[in-house]
């Protein structure tokens, strides 16, 4: 089902003053794009992998349709928290399982390179680049939500900028500065 952002816009308003229907009608019109957002965490994954596109659907929907103290601004904002909570399980269920494997030094990555599935190097890798996520927000929180938004919501830069009410430009110039810096994070040559 095909929708403008202004419907989408229009229902998150109502499911922040808790309309029992609101979130039946937002589901169907915007399914699509959280199963994108969900497919591209999972493309390189097994068919039979315990974690599917759709329960990782499923389950960031419903954490969504619960948040009972976002004011949802718009479209863009909606799916920039649905990226977030999808990277939240995500990194929950690959901390799960590699739990056990900890210490040593770390291995270099080239972000360029990850795949985010989860194999056991998927989740490995997962959590190295969380790790220097983390590391990043400490230093500039709003390039961190950059790639959090770009890397793993697969927003645009539009999008990205539209979610952050930061200027497309700003949004390019961030996202430069932060790949560069996660490259080096995560290449083991970070101060």
Same mark, same amino acid.
């Given at each position: 089902?095909?929708?403008?952002?202004?419907?989408?816009?229009?229902?998150?308003?109502?499911?922040?003053?808790?309309?029992?229907?609101?979130?039946?009608?937002?589901?169907?019109?915007?399914?699509?794009?959280?199963?994108?957002?969900?497919?591209?965490?999972?493309?390189?994954?097994?068919?039979?992998?315990?974690?599917?596109?759709?329960?990782?659907?499923?389950?960031?929907?419903?954490?969504?349709?619960?948040?009972?103290?976002?004011?949802?601004?718009?479209?863009?904002?909606?799916?920039? #928290?649905?990226?977030? +909570?999808? $990277?939240?399980?995500?990194? %929950?269920?690959?901390? =799960? /399982?590699?739990?056990?494997? @900890?210490?040593?030094?770390?291995?270099?990555?080239?972000?360029?390179?990850?795949?985010?599935?989860?194999?056991?190097?998927?989740?490995?890798?997962?959590?190295? #680049?969380?790790?220097? +996520?983390? $590391?990043?927000?400490?230093? %500039?929180?709003?390039? =961190? /939500?950059?790639?959090?938004? @770009?890397?793993?919501?697969?927003?645009?830069?539009?999008?990205?900028?539209?979610?952050?009410?930061?200027?497309?430009?700003?949004?390019?110039?961030?996202?430069?500065?932060?790949?560069?810096?996660?490259?080096?994070?995560?290449a083991g040559e970070a101060a």
């Open positions: 089902m095909e929708s403008g952002p202004g419907e989408v816009t229009l229902l998150l308003g109502k499911l922040a003053e808790r309309d029992p229907d609101a979130a039946g009608e937002l589901m169907p019109l915007v399914y699509q794009e959280l199963r994108r957002i969900a497919g591209y965490y999972m493309r390189d994954e097994r068919a039979s992998h315990t974690l599917q596109p759709t329960a990782l659907v499923n389950e960031a929907y419903l954490r969504l349709a619960d948040q009972t103290r976002v004011d949802w601004r718009n479209r863009a904002h909606f799916f920039g #928290v649905a990226a977030r +909570l999808m $990277r939240r399980i995500l990194v %929950d269920h690959a901390r =799960e /399982r590699v739990a056990a494997k @900890r210490g040593g030094r770390r291995a270099r990555i080239d972000l360029d390179q990850i795949e985010v599935g989860l194999t056991r190097e998927g989740c490995e890798e997962l959590l190295a #680049v969380e790790e220097a +996520l983390t $590391r990043l927000r400490e230093f %500039d929180p709003q390039q =961190e /939500r950059i790639v959090e938004l @770009r890397y793993y919501g697969g927003l645009t830069v539009e999008e990205t900028a539209e979610a952050l009410r930061i200027s497309p430009r700003t949004v390019k110039r961030e996202w430069a500065m932060a790949r560069a810096w996660l490259q080096a994070e995560l």
